[in-house]
């Protein structure tokens, strides 16, 4: 079974920083693309950053010069780092992988895009 945890989530001041990780397991031989979403209560997700096999990367303008995404290829696993958090980052923060190639129970190589399953990000004073 091949699964996304996402963790480093928690409750900070304005200004404050944190580092989210974003940790795989399972058989896997690659992954594609991978992603941080949000979804704030009573919005709908969205996009954070994203980041491809190869690094190059993309973010949403509200976090531009304030959040850095990276990956180990060699641990199949993502990091987010948060810095100068504002109450408007306060979120459900969800990782995202595209294209996981696995091995699944019955040693075949099968594909397919995963989810975590969120952790929370509250930025208040």
């Known amino acids: 079974q091949v699964r996304l945890v996402e963790s480093g989530g928690g409750s900070v001041q304005p200004g404050g920083s944190l580092r989210l990780s974003c940790t795989t397991s399972g058989r896997i031989l690659s992954i594609d693309a991978m992603g941080w979403y949000r979804q704030a209560p009573g919005k709908e997700r969205e996009l954070v950053a994203t980041i491809t096999r190869s690094g190059s990367t993309n973010y949403a303008d509200s976090v531009k010069g304030r959040f850095s995404i990276s990956r180990d290829n060699a641990k199949n696993t993502m990091y987010l780092q948060m810095n100068s958090l504002k109450p408007g980052d306060t979120a459900v923060y969800y990782c995202?992988?595209?294209?996981?190639?696995?091995?699944?129970?019955?040693?075949?190589?099968?594909?397919?895009?995963?989810w975590g399953q969120g952790t929370l990000v509250s930025v208040s004073s």
């Open positions: 995202n992988a595209d294209n996981v190639r696995y091995y699944s129970d019955y040693g075949t190589v099968r594909t397919l895009d995963l």
